[in-house]
């Protein structure tokens, strides 16, 4: 009886495990190549970029792995390519924000901010699915086989 107990719970959690894994949130990664100026990045000894994107302007920022500094292109013009988790079955605005980071780990405040809409809602299903009429096959016939003598 202490085993068929035994047996029912660990088949409960399971269960319970397993539904808890299928709810979670689904992501799909996407990249922005971003691009800023920043004159004064080699004297004030920038070694780094920090990018921040939050789900709303006002929200949580969360950090993406820093960039090394580069070099500016014939413009004076910083760039680089961030790759992030964007929630899936929503239309979701992914906001923005850089910060120079010095070779002490001190950061700058935050530059302007950026935002970039993904409408990566869910689609909705097909209905009314239905079979409109059977298909026949014909079946290759073989010719008959002779009697062997």
Do not use: H
């Not at 800023?36 to 969360?62: H, L």
């Not at 239309?91 to 980071?101: D, I, P, R």
């Amino acid at each position: 009886m202490k085993k068929r107990i035994a047996a029912m719970v660990v088949a409960f959690v399971l269960a319970l495990t397993m539904c808890a894994l299928g709810a979670q949130a689904q992501t799909v990664n996407k990249s922005i190549t971003f691009q800023w100026d920043d004159a004064t990045a080699s004297t004030d000894g920038v070694t780094a970029w920090r990018m921040f994107y939050s789900t709303s302007a006002t929200g949580t920022k969360t950090a993406l792995p820093d960039l090394a500094i580069g070099t500016p292109d014939s413009s004076g013009n910083y760039s680089g390519t961030w790759t992030f988790p964007v929630p899936t079955g929503a239309n979701t605005t992914l906001s923005f924000v850089l910060e120079a980071v010095n070779g002490s780990g001190v950061t700058s405040a935050d530059s302007n901010q950026v935002s970039q809409n993904y409408n990566l809602t869910t689609p909705q299903a097909p209905t009314n699915f239905r079979i409109k009429g059977l298909v026949s096959i014909p079946t290759e016939k073989k010719p008959p086989e002779k009697a062997k003598k």
